[in-house]
Structures are given as structure tokens and as C-alpha cells.
């Protein structure tokens, strides 16, 4: 069993910057990202990366979004800038053995999520 711990959200204006961070309790080769679920909505995916280092983005998030990785650390990271108001949402970390994009299956492994508020 892989128990993922996120941490670094918060409360932002527009156009500001934050970064979370997902530490994975285990050494293991998977896929790791971060989905979000904004109030009344459902989860949807913003962006993966494969233990190799491929990434995977949501159309809504590209150019704006980075997300990384450190296999040493068993860490992945997102790093958000020029964050909008509709980027509000509770972000999800996930890991799965297979590759994690908008189509997939929804991922095995999830954290237990973090808060981030973009205020206008």
C-alpha cells in the first residue's frame, strides 16, 4: 500500500504562485500527479508524470503549471503560477503503475488533498 501526503496550498490572489508538494510513503516506480475537485464539480485531471519524466497536462493548465519530480525524494511537485480565480479547488495527489492522463483509468493510489483558494 502507497499512502501519498501532499502539502502547500493555500490562499492566493490572481496571478500569484503556489507549489505542492506530494510526498509518496514507499520507493516505487509509479506515476505520479495531481488531480482537483472545485465545489459542485467533478475530480478532473490537471497534470502527471511518469516515473521517466514524461509529463502530462490539462489543456485549462498548460503553460501555467509545471509539475516535477524527485525520485529521490519520492516527491512530486506542482508548481502553479498566473493562478486564476477558477483554479480554486481542492488538489488531489495520485500515483498509479500506469501512466495517468485525462482518459485513464482513475489512479489506484490518492492523497487525502489540500485546499488551494485563488482570490480575485
Known amino acids: 500500500q502507497v499512502q501519498l501526503v501532499e502539502s502547500g496550498g493555500g490562499l492566493v490572489q490572481a496571478g500569484g504562485s503556489l507549489r505542492l508538494s506530494c510526498v509518496a510513503s514507499?520507493?516505487?516506480?509509479?506515476?505520479m500527479g495531481w488531480f482537483r475537485q472545485a465545489p459542485g464539480k467533478e475530480r478532473e485531471f490537471v497534470a502527471t508524470?511518469?516515473?521517466?519524466?514524461?509529463?502530462y497536462y490539462a489543456e485549462s493548465v498548460k503553460g501555467r503549471f509545471t509539475v516535477s519530480r524527485d525520485n529521490a525524494k519520492r516527491t512530486v511537485y506542482l508548481q502553479m503560477n498566473s493562478l486564476k480565480t477558477e483554479d480554486t479547488a481542492v488538489y488531489y495527489c495520485?500515483?498509479?503503475?500506469?501512466?495517468?492522463?485525462?482518459?485513464?483509468?482513475?489512479?489506484?493510489?490518492w492523497g487525502q488533498g489540500t485546499q488551494v483558494t485563488v482570490s480575485s
Open positions: 495520485a500515483a498509479d503503475r500506469f501512466t495517468m492522463t485525462a482518459t485513464t483509468p482513475a489512479p489506484t493510489y
Open positions: 514507499t520507493f516505487v516506480t509509479l506515476a
Open positions: 508524470i511518469t516515473w521517466s519524466g514524461t509529463t
